[in-house]
Nanobody
């Protein structure tokens, strides 16, 4: 599948943003999907993942309780709702997907979106 991320922007500390990742391809509903982020000078890190059905989710400790990942298979789209944003959340956010959930969590998905910039001002 091909992925297109959107929804990034500039927000103040404590604000919210919702990222979207639209997928093309008939097999999207079979894919585990995830969000990753990369801040300047840092390695890319896992943020959240969701199973093909949406029944299972996982989060990095740094975003638990603040971010929520969900999907709409009818729209071939996943979302990342980000609340209580902090300056340390500033990064380029990428969506990723793979039929194998282990690959998504490991950051070695077969499909990646182009990234969307999120900037949180203090």
């Amino acid at each position: 599948v091909q992925l297109q991320a959107s929804g990034g922007g500039l927000v103040q500390t404590g604000g919210s943003l919702r990222l979207s990742c639209a997928a093309s391809g008939r097999t999207f509903s079979e894919y585990t999907m995830g969000w990753f982020r990369q801040a300047p000078g840092k390695e890319r890190e896992f943020v959240a993942a969701i199973s093909w059905s949406g029944g299972r989710t996982s989060y990095a400790d740094s975003v638990k309780g603040r971010f929520a990942i969900f999907r709409d298979n009818a729209k071939n789209t996943i979302y990342l709702q980000m609340n209580s944003l902090k300056p340390e959340d500033t990064a380029v956010y990428y969506c990723a997907g793979d039929p194998r959930s282990s690959m998504v969590v490991a950051g070695t998905s077969s499909s990646w979106g182009q990234g969307t910039q999120v900037t949180v001002s203090s």
